[in-house]
């Protein structure tokens, strides 16, 4: 499985930005999917996961800020980031769950995409 992310780039901080992730395959429809982001210098962290039937779980430091969701039709993932702030800046990773469910878990995932760099400007 091949994924894709998408829609990264550019912000000031207060805007919004859409994420988005495409999995090569189907089979992530059955699967939980994440967003992970790794800041410079700083460990990969979790960000926001998405059960096969729409169960949500949020970091603390985003929750009510950042929104996810899927099309399980099309096999894909979105993040919706709002009111951002410049400690979000880090590169944003898209993941599929071993399981149908999501998890804080980076280990949990056994398929990961490249990055899409997001930067929020003061």
């Known amino acids: 499985v091949q994924l894709q992310a998408s829609g990264g780039g550019l912000v000031q901080a207060g805007d919004s930005l859409r994420l988005s992730c495409t999995a090569s395959?189907?089979?992530?429809?059955?699967?939980?999917m994440g967003w992970f982001r790794q800041a410079p210098g700083k460990e990969r962290e979790f960000v926001a996961a998405?059960?096969?039937?729409?169960?949500?779980i949020y970091a603390d430091s985003v929750k009510g800020r950042f929104t996810i969701s899927r099309d399980n039709a099309k096999g894909s993932v979105y993040l919706q980031m709002s009111s951002l702030k410049t400690e979000d800046t880090a590169v944003y990773f898209c993941?599929?769950?071993?399981?149908?469910?999501?998890?804080?878990?980076?280990?949990?995932?056994?398929?990961w995409g490249q990055g899409t760099q997001v930067t929020v400007s003061s």
């Open positions: 998405i059960s096969w039937r729409g169960e949500v």
């Open positions: 993941a599929v769950n071993r399981s149908p469910y999501g998890n804080r878990d980076s280990k949990t995932y056994n398929y």
């Open positions: 395959r189907r089979t992530s429809s059955n699967n939980g």
